[in-house]
């Protein structure tokens, strides 16, 4: 019971990030809705392995876990939505599924990454002596999400309207959109 409470907060913050990325894609644009994800979820990582220690408790990794939830349901919404923008209605299926089996791809690799930051110089299999490589893992995951940011700033910035192909109706590019 315990562990399940636990993840709720996370939970519960995935979601409001994810309400607040289709409030967002409407006003300022993928781009920037991607970026703002991105960056939360970076300073998440920063601050959850600033609160790592070996005498740590639930309550100091909270703020960091906010944080990163948040990012991610900003980010991982807007991701989902750009893969399908400008793509012919024909071929949405096929888009999704890439979207959605390069997830899972994705993070199985970037764990097993972490995993091997993290353990790299211990022997340790538990206890104070993981808490620097942890935290290391920590620094290296917001490292490679601020990256993530510099691959988003080069997406095209669009205002214009476009037909969308095979439909005749104009719409506007959210993914290419600020």
């Known amino acids: ?11 519960l913050t995935g979601m409001v990030g994810t309400k ?7 006003r300022v644009g993928t ?7 991105l ?13 790592l220690s070996p005498s ?3 309550p100091a990794l909270l703020p960091g876990i906010v944080l990163l939830s948040l990012g991610q349901g900003l980010a991982w919404t ?13 071929h949405q299926g096929i888009a999704s ?11 199985a690799v970037g764990l097993a990454v972490l995993i091997a930051v993290a353990s790299h110089n211990t022997h340790a299999t538990d206890g104070p002596a993981l808490v620097p490589g942890l935290r290391t893992a920590g620094y290296a995951a917001a490292a490679l999400t601020l990256l993530g940011v510099a691959v988003a700033l080069t997406l095209r910035r669009s205002s214009t309207s476009r037909p969308v192909s095979g439909s005749g109706a104009e719409t506007a590019s959210p993914a290419l959109s600020a």
């Open 31 to 37: 781009r920037t809705t991607l970026i703002a994800g």
């Open 97 to 107: 599924a890439m979207a959605s089996t390069t997830q899972p791809i994705g993070s």
């Open 1 to 11: 019971m315990a562990t399940g409470l636990a993840f709720l907060p996370s939970a």
């Open 20 to 26: 607040a990325s289709e409030k967002l894609l409407g």
């Open 78 to 90: 807007v991701m989902f939505a750009a893969a399908g923008t400008g793509v012919d209605a024909a």
């Open 56 to 58: 740590g408790s639930y």
């Open 39 to 51: 960056l939360l979820g970076a300073a998440g990582m920063v601050v959850l392995a600033l609160a």
